[in-house]
């Protein structure tokens, strides 16, 4: 693939991550009332809350902090996928962590935290930006490390 291509793939999955993500979190606005939560499942529930910090509310007192850390964790991906654009599949988890930073750092701008809706037993309510980040990062080591990145000549 080349890095012309492997950057558009990656813009449209970002747009794609930023689009869903920020049409859910503005849908459980509108319809759950903040801390009213809707099971939908047996042992997954809809919120509708905010997270001030990152993950598992850590740093919940950062403010600026935790947005110039997003701008430039998203700096930095973006650079990685200009150097590294070319290579198998990197496009896709790329454009996940882009489009899940960015869909969390515009609820930051936006409102000061992050709208949290999905709340599982035992575990801290999350999003779908928060999602895109998880399956990103897992994404981008398996194309790092995974075995045809270790079967690979040179």
Request: aromatic share 6%; hydrophobic share 55%; no cysteine.
């Amino acid at each position: 693939m080349t890095r012309g291509a492997g950057i558009r793939r990656a813009i449209i999955a970002a747009a794609a991550v930023l689009a869903v993500d920020q049409a859910t979190k503005a849908l459980v606005r509108a319809t759950i009332e903040r801390g009213d939560e809707l099971g939908i499942l047996p042992g997954i529930d809809l919120v509708n809350t905010r997270n001030r910090g990152v993950a598992f509310g850590l740093f919940a007192d950062g403010g600026a902090f935790l947005i110039v850390f997003a701008v430039l964790a998203i700096l930095g991906i973006v650079v990685f996928l200009a150097v590294n654009a070319g290579r198998p599949h990197v496009w896709l988890p790329m454009g996940l962590l882009v489009g899940g930073a960015a869909g969390n750092l515009l609820d930051r701008l936006r409102d000061g935290a992050v709208t949290d809706f999905i709340d599982l037993p035992a575990w801290p309510a999350f999003n779908v930006a928060d999602m895109a980040i998880t399956a990103g990062v897992l994404g981008m080591l398996w194309v790092l490390e995974g075995p045809r990145a270790r079967h690979r000549p040179g």
